[in-house]
């Protein structure tokens, strides 16, 4: 699959981890940074960042973490089209695609580690958009409040 991962400061360090792990295990990934670690850097140029690559059509989903996963989710949600959330958990991140269909996930590098980060990551990936009828049905309403 094609991703697209962001981070600020309080996600960097998970951000390089699991972006080397998603790469070794064949994806192609699109690091948009920070490519080094700035204490001053800010959750939502980066957030915005991916948010455009997913928006382009470059990319099919999106990671962005920061401290909490709270920024990044609040700043991508701003992008038309952009359907974000932070996940920490297995259940959250594929039925946040399966019903959802949730194309950002963020993580709060403050909050889980990379073990579960991964695990939550490899849900998100392998889930896919149910386009049932009642998912399609809230989907539109969201989609009518873009435009
Ligand atoms: C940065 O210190 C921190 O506030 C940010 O990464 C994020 O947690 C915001 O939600």
């Known amino acids: 699959m094609r991703i697209v991962v962001g981070a600020d400061h309080g996600g960097f360090h998970l951000k390089q981890d699991l972006v080397k792990w998603l790469k070794e295990e064949g994806h192609i990934v699109e690091d948009i940074g920070a490519h080094e670690y700035d204490q001053y850097d800010d959750y939502p140029d980066f957030a915005i960042k991916a948010a455009n690559k997913i928006k382009d059509g470059s990319v099919n989903r999106g990671i962005v973490i920061c401290g909490s996963g709270v920024g990044a989710s609040i700043a991508s949600n701003k992008i038309k089209g952009i359907r974000a959330s932070v996940c920490h958990d297995s259940y959250s991140a594929s039925q946040?695609?399966?019903?959802?269909?949730?194309?950002?996930?963020?993580?709060?590098a403050r909050v889980i580690g990379y073990e579960l980060?991964?695990?939550?990551?490899?849900?998100?990936?392998?889930?896919?958009?149910?386009?049932?009828?009642?998912?399609?049905?809230?989907?539109?309403?969201?989609?009518?409040?873009?435009?």
């Open 117 to 147: 980060a991964r695990l939550v990551v490899e849900s998100f990936l392998n889930s896919s958009y149910s386009g049932g009828e009642r998912h399609q049905r809230r989907l539109d309403k969201l989609i009518d409040l873009e435009s």
């Open 96 to 108: 946040g695609v399966e019903h959802d269909d949730m194309n950002v996930l963020c993580i709060g």
